[in-house]
T-cell receptor
Framework: SQQGEEDPQALSIQEGENATMNCSYK?????LQWYRQNSGRGLVHLIL?????REKHSGRLRVTLDTSKKSSSLLITASRAADTASYFC???????????FGKGMKLTVNP | DAEITQSPRHKITETGRQVTLACHQT?????MFWYRQDLGHGLRLIHY???????NKGEVSDGYSVSRSNTEDLPLTLESAASSQTSVYFC?????????????????FGPGTRLTVL
């Protein structure tokens, strides 16, 4: 079963614009993570936000978490063509060692 | 540098054959996972292990098996390949929560194996 669901499922923007992706989940979590997958490659971890955190930054990435709404957002600022990829949110349902991944969202950044 | 590798990267097999996909990590992680990725389904967990001699079923385990005889390897076996098992398979590893540290249960992924069952 899918714990996280990304929204929108696909987004196309121009280089330099900001990209926002949303993730909703269903059960309590210990942390929520975002991953990127370039075409034909494995997933790469981007950022982790714990359940007691509301916002976190890493370079051009900003993640927010609202545990009352069971939702998170990933903002990529000043996007580049190299940001073109699929993005997945993942949650550790109930603090499990396992992660449950959403179906992913495809971001296209046009040069 | 530590890494996680998968082999083969591409495999074509016939229905009914046994197939084993290899996964090897040098992170010294206790946790290892096998996923399959299909269009419209995202990543689905097949089997996972929290340490040597420990294996557990994931959400789509039917037709698959794993064994963990050492920390570094978690081979995935398809006992009798079916066309429905045509997919891209990813192996991942993570440190156990008990290991502590600020990184949480971040998973490190291999490059994937594309399996086609004819």
């Amino acid at each position: 079963s899918q714990q996280g669901e990304e929204d929108p499922q696909a987004l196309s923007i121009q280089e330099g614009e900001n990209a926002t992706m949303n993730c909703s989940y269903k059960t309590s979590i210990n942390n929520l993570q975002w991953y990127r997958q370039n075409s034909g490659r494995g997933l790469v971890h981007l950022i982790l936000i714990r359940s007691n955190e509301r916002e976190k930054h890493s370079g051009r990435l900003r993640v927010t978490l609202d545990t009352s709404k069971k939702s998170s957002s990933l903002l990529i600022t000043a996007s580049r063509a190299a940001d073109t990829a699929s993005y997945f949110c993942a949650t550790d349902k109930g603090g499990s060692e396992k992660l449950v991944f959403g179906k992913g969202m495809k971001l296209t950044v046009n040069p | 540098d530590a890494e996680i590798t998968q082999s083969p990267r591409h495999k074509i097999t016939e229905t009914g054959r046994q197939v084993t996909l290899a996964c090897h990590q040098t992170w010294n992680h206790n946790n290892m996972f096998w996923y399959r990725q299909d269009l419209g389904h995202g990543l689905r967990l097949i089997h996972y292990s929290y340490g040597v001699q420990d294996t557990n079923k994931g959400e789509v385990s039917d037709g698959y098996s794993v064994s963990r005889s050492n920390t570094e390897d978690l081979p995935l076996t398809l006992e009798s390949a079916a066309s429905s098992q045509t997919s891209v398979y990813f192996c991942a590893s993570s440190a156990a929560r008990a290991a502590g540290g600020p990184r949480g249960n971040e998973q490190f992924f291999g490059p994937g194996t594309r399996l086609t069952v004819l």
